[in-house]
């Protein structure tokens, strides 16, 4: 694989991932509640998952999801599902007091497996992003070389700039966090993010295939 190609493959993936996104949106969220170091852990998650949709690809598993209509619908409709899930239950959690570190707050303990687990579960409702590999992949592999390696590069490549996509947006929610005071923005943020994740669920769920 040339240099040429794995940088075109970069920026390809780079502009898909920094798009904002469900899985941008918990980025931002967990980074204005908990910090950028904690979101550390919903980055591993989502890029867990980033990773076994491009394995998942690779394996030419894509092909099937993108034939099968009803699967497709299930992983969509389910990922939908718990992003409104989520989006009812900021909604309708206490007012969040936006401290001027994120840290200080009694929310910014939030065990770190469920943010983990919550980025994984936001990026694993996105059935999305497995039709795209399916349709980015082929087009950077030289059916000529061994196989093996460029797919760990182009893996490596994808699960990197996901974690740094989904950083920028952690850091971006911090630093929201120091620019407004607790009076204006902890009386509406809940129902800021929380309406944010229940229009995502229904865009994703009445969204076209």
Same mark, same amino acid.
């Given at each position: 694989m040339?240099?040429?190609?794995?940088? *075109?493959?970069?920026v390809t993936v780079f502009v898909a991932s920094i798009l904002p996104g469900p899985?941008?949106?918990?980025?931002?969220?967990? %980074?204005?509640?908990? %910090? =950028?170091?904690?979101?550390i852990a919903s980055a591993l998650g989502n890029v867990s998952v980033t990773l076994l949709q491009t394995a998942i690809s690779i394996a030419g598993l894509g092909?099937?999801?993108l034939a099968s209509e009803g699967l497709f619908n299930i992983i969509k409709w389910t990922g939908a599902a718990?992003?409104?899930?989520?989006?009812?239950? *900021?909604w309708c959690s206490p007012n969040m007091r936006v401290p001027e570190k994120p840290n200080s707050h009694p929310a910014a303990k939030a065990p770190l497996r469920k943010?983990?687990?919550? %980025? =994984?579960?936001?990026?694993? %409702?996105?059935p999305k992003a497995i039709v795209f590999f399916t349709a980015v992949f082929p087009q950077f592999v030289d059916h000529n070389a061994t196989y093996i390696p460029q797919f760990s590069i182009?893996?490596?490549t994808g699960g990197i700039i996901a974690f740094?996509?989904?950083?920028?947006?952690?850091?971006?929610g911090q630093r929201i966090v120091a620019l407004f005071?607790?009076?204006?923005?902890g009386k509406y943020i809940n129902k800021i993010i929380g309406g944010t994740f229940i229009g995502a669920g229904i865009g994703l769920a009445a969204s076209n295939k």
């Open positions: 040339s240099f040429e190609f794995l940088l *075109i493959y970069s899985s941008m949106l918990l980025a931002l969220t967990h %980074g204005i509640k908990y %910090g =950028a170091k904690r979101t092909a099937v999801l718990y992003l409104i899930y989520m989006g009812i239950s *900021i943010m983990y687990l919550q %980025g =994984a579960f936001v990026t694993a %409702g996105n182009l893996m490596g740094s996509c989904f950083m920028v947006y952690a850091i971006s005071s607790e009076a204006t923005v």
